[in-house]
């Protein structure tokens, strides 16, 4: 007998992952690692960050692509940063239907030296009957610009459109922890699936860096008719070796 399809009852397995441009805690460059660690978590719908495609110190690879190719999914990819043949950003990949609904920049402090244009990718996925908004970012290193960042995304150019109507998802790596400015005004906005999986502030939820997990900075937040079975830090010897940040998963339902 052929097993049901989880998307088919509405249940879902999402992941955040920063993956540095594949480069390890060991400084070596496997994106074949990172696509194991995302494999290994069974995930339908997958949101990275800090993705190289087309760059030098990555050897050309388009990194979005391949992780997807080895994980039997497709991409969706937005770069944040454009240079030349050179692009770094954010990607959504999933096994799925989906369409891009949108991909943009968002508001920084560019003039600040070091830091880096950030964006967001806004993706509708197609789950049995429902059609799910996935939204995927990266927040800034400053507090100013993550307010910024937050309250555009919040804005009517992404989640106040009326095209991303629930169940909505926003995820990704926010460098935000659950005290910051920018975090309260989303989960204003939004609900912290970690509120809805019962889970309480503790050890074990820290996602950065990979290696002693104190920061807990990337984050999943859901709409109503979403419920949240189970989230949870990868932290496996791989996952610690494949990036400075473990992925974050999370099981939910759709339709509640």
């Not at 441009?21 to 060991?26: E, L, V």
């Not at 503790?202 to 997990?213: K, L, Y």
């Amino acid at each position: 007998m052929i097993a049901p399809d989880p998307a088919e009852s509405g249940r879902l397995r999402l992941l955040s992952y920063n993956i540095r441009h594949c480069r390890g805690t060991d400084g070596r460059i496997a994106p074949e690692r990172v696509a194991r660690v995302v494999a290994a978590t069974g995930a339908d719908i997958v949101a990275l960050q800090e993705v190289d495609v087309g760059r030098t110190r990555t050897g050309g690879l388009d990194q979005a692509e391949e992780i997807a190719r080895r994980v039997g999914m497709s991409a969706h990819f937005h770069p944040a940063l454009h240079l030349a043949e050179e692009r770094y950003g954010d990607a959504l990949l999933t096994r799925l239907p989906s369409r891009l609904r949108r991909a943009a920049s968002l508001p920084g402090l560019l003039r600040r030296p070091g830091l880096e244009p950030r964006g967001a990718l806004w993706v509708e996925v197609t789950a049995g009957a429902a059609r799910l908004q996935v939204l995927n970012t990266h927040f800034g290193l400053l507090g100013a610009e993550r307010i910024a960042q937050a309250e555009a995304l919040l804005g009517p150019d992404w989640l106040g459109d009326p095209a991303c109507a629930e169940p909505v998802v926003l995820l990704g790596d926010f460098n935000a922890t659950a005290w910051s400015r920018a975090y309260r005004r989303l989960n204003r906005r939004l609900t912290d699936a970690r509120q809805l999986a019962g889970r309480r502030r503790g050890r074990g939820e820290a996602t950065f860096p990979s290696r002693f997990p104190l920061l807990r900075i990337d984050h999943v937040f859901v709409s109503d008719r979403i419920a949240v079975e189970r989230i949870a830090v990868v932290n496996t010897a791989l996952a610690r070796q494949a990036s400075d940040h473990l992925p974050l998963l999370a099981e939910i339902r759709i339709g509640a």
